[in-house]
């Protein structure tokens, strides 16, 4: 028997009275649970394809037919794309232009919680108990949030539910013909429309199989559905974008990149929560739609199968798979726990009630907290805005407002921001989802995987090839990129700085005068030594160091737009930028760099920045606080030993400096370049005491660690020639110095007059 031809008799086998947990407690889980999914639901606008999609949408309102011939960065073979998502374009240039980022953030909420409640509701009407219903809408919220984004999917979710409504409520009467409307809508909103064939053939076979009446009927919809689908400014060429999009995934591995949203959950990239969740549930519930076929029909079978593929093959796949195990899982859950012993199904439906009611009030303390987003390393908050730090943004406003042009060479998330404040005023290098021509994504990943020695190299063949005048760069995605060319290449100026992107401008090109207007006030704005702010620096390191992790009703926010900052400046070398960033991040951090994934990254580049001041104490007390994390490299940590043992060296506290160094030298995983800076260390701290047969013996141990170091062999001869009047020793030591390359005026009249004393 399937989900549809249960009645309200049949209902009386749901669990009886006493086998509920308490109303009152499901109703808190479902409160729980609904709040949970409207925060998270609820942050601000940081999705880059969100550009792209106003873009166009501005674009389709002002001239419907222009679109036709536009690439927007893609290869000229898919404009049979064009019109996939025209009413969803439509309805987001209009709804942001004409009211703003809170009514875009107030939609996608919406849409989702259309979606969300009306699979649960389909679930309550198909008999499922209210228990197993708040448990499945939980694992759904839990699931799908990654995919909680400003896009035509959105519609797509909507979409299922309302066919699986229309299907498993209607199927039999008139009203199973509005899947044709819908299908006219979805192909017209988005590039899944292909799923409402495939899921009206999921509810079609099995009653080819059982030989029910149903198929004339349900063929016939099939049929007029596939009709519907031409109904697309493209016509049948609609299709072409099915094809291509199963195609894309098939090759989607060989790709020279990854497309996270387009990997399997099943991949070891960028693993979450949702994935780990997803690894877990999807073959327990396809289990549990297997063992209660005969309560959810093979149909519901099917339909899971179909989404559970989708949500395996692709991550952004997954909120199908979520909303069909919302509508299917309660009905297999509640036929499951009818097969147990009646002593068993209270404690299981409290249990199950339970889970999401924990669950629910940690997402929702979680999210007002803003603890989920830290843990996940999200650099987002609940808000009905776009977020400061939406990919490229500032730095396509500036393009707009300066009018600087273009070729522009820009890492492909910043596309949506170039094409949402510029229009078609500059053709983007790469789409914002990764997809150009094979020339610009070959171009695109041998710079994205070029090293520094190589480049230079690339990078002139390539702008050979493209001319740019303008360059939008992620510094995190192409450091050695950032490097050539803002440190290596006097032909590009830096424009512009911003959290998420630098701005770059070809000298004598189209962009002159706002290199003129821009350039220097970025220079003046490069900091200088300052040993009042490493003093105050130093200060606040220490004062992190020895402070507690936030307490659990604290509200923690990082300061990322700081973070970046001081990663840039870091990337560059500027060591005094790095400071003043790193001073502002440590005043704000307000505890949640204690919880943060950056924490052993941030205290790194802090010793970096204060290794060369005289903030001993603070340097030494980092070097203790890295030395004891596990997550530090062992040859990192005797980098990090030798620069703290300089620092106290410059102290006067040359006992524990020395302690330091001896350790490296005894500790056997160390690299002969290890052991020679370590002994060239206790020379050092051997010269402030002025033993200096220890300083000579010192450096004859480091010269046999590294008997290439030209400048450890003139120590060492100096050391025997002024210092202990052991001539012969020096000459030797003087000799190697020189056959290592070495040459140096003052040596050179030591050796003459060395050899004129040891002469008869």
Not at 118 to 129: E, I, N, T
Not at 285 to 299: K, M, P, Q, S
Request: charged share 20%; aromatic share 8%.
């Amino acid at each position: 028997m399937g989900v549809h031809e249960i009645t309200k008799k049949e209902d009386g086998r749901q669990p009886r009275r006493g086998e509920n947990p308490p109303q009152p407690l499901i109703q808190l889980a479902l409160l729980s649970i609904a709040l949970a999914a409207i925060l998270m639901a609820a942050v601000e606008i940081i999705d880059a394809d969100l550009g792209r999609h106003v873009a166009f949408g501005r674009i389709l309102i002002a001239d419907f037919a222009s679109v036709r011939g536009l690439t927007m960065g893609q290869a000229p073979e898919i404009l049979h794309q064009a019109y996939s998502y025209w009413i969803y374009q439509i309805i987001l240039a209009g709804i942001l232009d004409r009211l703003g980022p809170a009514a875009v953030v107030l939609l996608r909420i919406a849409l989702l919680a259309a979606a969300f409640a009306g699979a649960f509701f389909l679930a309550r009407r198909q008999g499922a108990s209210p228990a197993s219903a708040v448990f499945a809408l939980a694992l759904a919220a839990f699931l799908s949030h990654e995919r909680f984004l400003d896009r035509p999917e959105l519609f797509s979710f909507l979409y299922w539910v309302a066919a699986l409504w229309i299907l498993l409520r209607h199927r039999r009467d008139r009203f199973v013909w509005l899947l044709v409307p819908l299908q006219i809508l979805w192909v017209n909103t988005h590039i899944w429309f292909g799923l409402m064939p495939a899921v009206v053939a999921a509810f079609l076979l099995p009653d080819l199989l059982a030989r029910r009446d149903a198929p004339r009927r349900l063929g016939s919809i099939l049929g007029a559905v596939l009709v519907a689908t031409l109904l697309n400014p493209h016509g049948p060429a609609a299709w072409k974008s099915q094809l291509y999009l199963v195609q894309f995934l098939s090759r989607n591995y060989s790709l020279p990149f990854q497309i996270g949203e387009m990997m399997s959950p099943y991949s070891d990239h960028q693993l979450s929560p949702a994935v780990w969740i997803f690894r877990i549930a999807m073959p327990l519930v396809l289990v549990a739609g297997v063992l209660a076929r005969g309560r959810i029909g093979w149909e519901g079978v099917l339909v899971l199968i179909l989404s559970a593929i989708l949500g395996a093959r692709a991550r952004r796949g997954i909120p199908l798979f979520a909303l069909s195990a919302l509508v299917f899982l309660p009905l297999a859950l509640d036929e499951l726990r009818g097969r147990l012993a009646p002593r068993r199904r209270g404690a299981v439906a409290t249990l199950i009630v339970l889970i999401p009611l924990v669950c629910g009030l940690g997402a929702v303390y979680g999210a007002l907290t803003e603890r989920s987003f830290l843990a996940l390393d999200q650099d987002l908050r609940i808000g009905l805005r776009m977020s400061p730090h939406f990919s490229a943004l500032d730095a396509s406003r500036l393009l707009q407002k300066e009018r600087i042009t273009g070729p522009v060479f820009h890492h492909p998330l910043a596309a949506g921001a170039l094409v949402l404040e510029n229009g078609t005023r500059l053709s983007p290098f790469l789409d914002a989802r990764w997809v150009g021509t094979p020339g610009t994504i070959d171009a695109y990943q041998r710079l994205r995987t070029a090293d520094e020695a190589s480049v230079g190299a690339i990078w002139r063949e390539v702008d050979a090839r493209f001319r740019f005048q303008t360059v939008v760069l992620d510094f995190y995605e192409m450091p050695a990129l950032l490097r050539y060319l803002s440190l290596d290449n006097p032909e590009w100026a830096t424009v512009f700085v911003e959290p998420t992107a630098a701005v770059l401008c070809k000298r004598g090109g189209e962009n002159r005068d706002a290199i003129r207007r821009l350039e220097g006030s970025l220079l003046l704005s490069r900091l200088g030594a300052d040993a009042g702010r490493e003093r105050e620096l130093g200060v606040e390191a220490l004062r992190f160091l020895k402070s507690r992790p936030p307490s659990l009703l604290d509200r923690v926010r990082f300061p990322y737009d700081a973070f970046f900052r001081a990663n840039y400046a870091v990337l560059l070398r500027y060591r005094h930028d790095a400071q003043a960033a790193y001073l502002d991040l440590l005043r704000r951090e307000k505890g949640s760099l204690h919880l943060s994934r950056h924490r052993i990254d941030a205290l790194n580049n802090l010793f970096w920045c204060l290794m060369e001041s005289r903030e001993t104490d603070a340097i030494d007390a980092l070097a203790e606080t890295l030395c004891r994390e596990p997550a530090v490299p062992q040859g990192q940590r005797r980098s990090i030993r030798l620069h703290q043992a300089r620092a106290l060296e410059a102290a006067g506290r040359t006992a524990r400096a020395e302690e330091l160094a001896r350790a490296i030298v005894a500790d056997p995983t160390s690299t002969p370049q290890d052991r020679w800076a370590a002994w060239c260390r206790i020379a050092s701290l051997r010269t402030r005491t002025e033993d200096y047969p220890g300083v000579a013996e010192a450096l004859e141990r480091a010269v046999r660690e590294m008997p290439t170091s030209a400048e450890t062999y003139r120590s060492l001869g100096v050391v025997l020639d002024l210092k202990l009047d052991r001539p012969e020793e020096a000459l030797r030591a003087y000799a190697k110095f020189e056959e290592m390359g070495g040459s140096e005026a003052f040596i050179e009249e030591r050796i003459r007059s060395l050899s004129t004393r040891s002469s008869p």
